[in-house]
């Protein structure tokens, strides 16, 4: 008795329950007025040039950051990624042990969240825009390196070693051979990287990095709902155009889409795609030099303040347990609420076209939104706690699967769902079972890919207060205590390992009996 | 149920002056047809004559540009509830098949159903094998072996699935069957014996409606429809077709008899 695979689909809605039946216990009777006018101010966002003026600004910075956080991270991620490739060790040296030691090495880096790492880099570094580019940087690179590896490993080595056999030289072998099938992939991969990497710049701003993260911080902190609306306007504006631009581009490419099975070849314009990631150098420099990024001040360490008192001891009577049992919980109900809602807000909006574009339409607003400014706004009328926190979590990620099942519904062939509209039975029936039947498996494994994101992005709603390590950590790191906050660190990184061969487990057995 | 019952006379399917716009010519033209109760209708025509375009304008798929369409003498209902009843009694077998390919051979008898089923029979359908017997009766009928129930429908043959989609027709309990080229892809030993089957499921109170571009396959059919440019060639007994009759229709090809 296994479920069918859009069964399945609906399995982790089920989370929908506890949530909605704990919900009314975490009302607080006080910030409804609030919440009533934050949405008035969606229609009605303020004009002002000064405030314009300086949300355009932010918007410079936030972009600048993401672009070139996104370059360095596609840069380092290329070269780690070829450096971590067992096809690329095999054919140079003969070996494939150093692979793995690198690709073993690496997950360290990607493990942990990059607000973290802003945070940290922030400790040492002092604020400057440098801080925020390397926080975006140095995660990215480590989770590009993978995926490049990951499909270099994956192509047919056919065609690279009739070339050797023939005798060519192994670097020039594995350009021509792997070179023109790895890019679309890659680049594919790039597209979606950029559209993280400008959510993450904001996020890193409403920690105080600077840009429009901060200034969208700022006036939500101080209740100026217009002026927050400007801002998330405006971020809307740029989010909708970089999706379109990716969308544009991938399609020109012919580019694998995400939730793509299978490689689909060498893509078209090939040289187009050279020329394009060769004008992006310049463009990066000059970005950098706007914004005022200086290399030298790589070198100028602050010295981290002094220790507070209580050394290891503190350290172990820390609650590990809840902390590490109030993290899986918070990502477990942020994954179910994510996962199973999308495809439930679809089969209900099924009959009616109208319904299905206000759907849409907030997956954009879920997904502009960083999770803490939902956060701060769910806790005007909302208890802190992990299920306000996984509230504003899973609703974020919400947002990105939703546009990735809407997609992949697209893609997928129609005629199966028309068939059963034709013998009679209702929209919402016919979707269910033709058209999400289709998608479920790859959907599902998307979801597993997700639900590990979300166990790194616990961290970002740690405000919530007392949900997990993300929490603790903030308060460990605003009281200056290095070494809790390095037990933190290992005890997540290793979690978050977990968590990603176990996601990875689950991802490969759904698509295997695909 | 307030849905006024169709008189006993009225014909399974009325197709009055319908057309449909194309980008140069229409693609059916004023077309009127008529299709009653034990009728086996064999639709004839080149490529591009129409004949898909009849077929989808006559199960609801497509809505005619002009003209009117009466399914058991009455228009499509507007209430969505009574037109979804209207349209579970016309069945169409796709020249995909359209076959749910995640699904079991049970699972996808019983997808027939849905247009009776609510939500918890159609999630249960999910999970555990329902109406059994009545999913065996129907492969049986299509000479499938009902061991193949609980099969995913990714291990079938070609000949299978083709049988399992007759076989998922049959569990609609329609009274019109539709059928677009059914026989085009295969081979001609497996078509006849298809063929077969399906006219002795045609049976009056039902009607069948196949379109096929084989004239040698006529044996069987009551009348033959050709249709050649969006408009009616011709409408005669089965027994009245002759070689000039399809020259006329396949224009400058010779038809094979």
């Known amino acids: ?514 | 149920m307030a849905r006024p019952e169709p008189a006993v006379a009225a014909p399974l399917l009325e197709l009055r002056q319908i057309t449909v716009a194309g980008r140069d010519r229409p693609r059916l033209e004023a077309l009127d047809l008529r299709i009653d109760c034990g009728e086996r209708v064999a639709l004839l025509g080149p490529s591009g004559a129409g004949k898909s375009t009849l077929l989808a304008v006559a199960n609801g798929s497509l809505v005619a540009d002009a003209g009117q369409l009466l399914w058991q003498g009455l228009p499509p209902a507007r209430s969505a509830r009574q037109r979804r009843r209207q349209q579970a009694r016309i069945g169409t077998l796709w020249q995909d098949l359209r076959l749910i390919e995640e699904l079991s051979v049970q699972q996808n008898l019983n997808a027939a159903r849905l247009a009776h089923w609510g939500w918890p029979r159609a999630l249960l359908n999910l999970l555990l094998p329902l109406e059994t017997a009545a999913c065996a009766e129907a492969l049986l009928q299509m000479e499938l072996d009902p061991a193949l129930l609980p099969q995913p429908v990714t291990a079938l043959s070609g000949g299978q699935r083709q049988r399992l989609a007759m076989a998922r027709l049959l569990r609609q309990q329609p009274s019109l069957l539709l059928a677009d080229e059914p026989l085009a892809s295969l081979d001609p030993r497996l078509a006849s014996q298809l063929l077969a089957l399906l006219l002795r499921q045609a049976q009056a109170p039902r009607a069948l409606v196949l379109s096929l571009h084989r004239p040698d396959l006529l044996v069987g059919f009551d009348r033959v429809i050709g249709l050649r440019q969006g408009r009616l060639l011709f409408d005669c007994a089965a027994a009245a077709v002759d070689g000039a009759w399809l020259r006329r229709l396949y224009g400058s090809e010779a038809a094979p008899l």
Not at chain 1, 12 to 20: K, R, T, Y
Not at chain 1, 360 to 371: E, M, Q
Not at chain 1, 429 to 451: E, I, M, P, T
Request: proline share 6%; hydrophobic share 55%; charged share 10%.
């Open chain 1, 1 to 514: 008795m296994r479920p069918a695979p859009p069964l399945l689909l609906l399995l982790p809605a089920l989370v929908l329950l506890p949530l909605l039946i704990a919900l009314p216990g975490l009302l607080h009777g006080g910030g409804w007025e609030l919440i009533g006018q934050f949405g008035v101010a969606a229609v009605t966002p303020s004009l002002d040039p000064i405030v314009l003026q300086s949300l355009l600004a932010g918007l410079g910075v936030t972009v600048a950051m993401a672009l070139l956080g996104w370059g360095l991270s596609l840069l380092g991620g290329l070269v780690l990624g070829l450096a971590s490739s067992r096809t690329v060790w095999r054919t140079l040296s003969g070996q494939e042990l150093p692979a793995q030691l690198i690709r073993r090495l690496l997950a360290v880096p990607r493990s942990i969240h990059e607000l973290l790492w802003g945070l940290l880099l922030l400790q040492l570094l002092g604020l400057q825009p440098v801080v925020a580019v390397l926080a975006i940087a140095i995660p990215y690179a480590a989770l590009v390196a993978r995926v490049v590896s990951d499909l270099l490993d994956a192509l047919p080595t056919a065609n690279l070693e009739a070339l050797r056999a023939s005798g060519a030289p192994a670097p020039a072998a594995l350009l021509t051979a792997l070179g023109p099938p790895l890019l679309p992939g890659v680049l594919s991969y790039g597209g979606y990287r950029l559209e993280c990497a400008l959510r993450s710049a904001t996020l890193l701003g409403v920690f105080g990095l600077g840009g429009l993260g901060t200034e969208l911080k700022l006036t939500l902190q101080s209740l100026e709902f217009h002026e927050l609306w400007s801002g998330l306007w405006v971020l809307l504006v740029v989010m909708l155009l970089l999706e379109a631009g990716v969308g544009q581009l991938r399609r020109r490419w012919s580019m694998p889409r995400r939730l793509a099975l299978h490689q689909a070849g060498v893509g078209r314009r090939g040289r187009e795609m050279v020329v394009a990631l060769l004008a992006l150098l310049p463009l990066l420099l000059g970005l950098g030099w706007i914004l005022g990024v200086d290399p030298a001040a790589l070198g100028h360490w602050q010295p981290l303040p002094g220790l507070g008192s209580g050394g290891w001891q503190a350290v172990l009577s820390l609650p590990w347990f809840q902390l590490v049992g109030g993290t899986l919980v918070l990502t477990a109900l942020a994954a179910g609420l994510a996962v199973g809602l999308a495809p439930l807000q679809l089969l209900v909006a099924a009959p009616w076209p109208w319904l299905r574009r206000l759907v849409t339409c907030g997956w954009v607003l879920a997904r502009l939104w960083p999770p803490p400014l939902t956060l701060l706004l769910l806790l005007f009328v909302l208890k802190p706690g992990v299920i306000t926190a996984a509230l504003a979590l899973g609703l974020h990620n919400l947002g990105i699967l939703g546009r990735l099942l809407r997609e992949s519904l697209e893609d997928h062939n129609p005629a199966a769902q028309e068939a059963l509209l034709a013998a009679g039975s209702g929209p919402r029936l016919a979707l269910f079972y033709g058209g999400l039947s289709g998608v479920a498996r790859s959907y599902l494994a998307y979801g597993a890919y997700r639900s590990d994101v979300m166990l790194r992005e616990t961290v970002v709603v740690g405000l919530a207060g007392a949900v997990g390590l993300g929490s603790q950590m903030l308060e460990s790191l605003s009281s200056f205590a290095w070494d809790q906050l390095a037990a933190l660190v290992v005890v997540y990184a290793l979690l978050t390992l977990a968590g990603e061969e176990l996601s990875d487990r689950l991802r490969r057995r759904l698509l295997q009996r695909a």
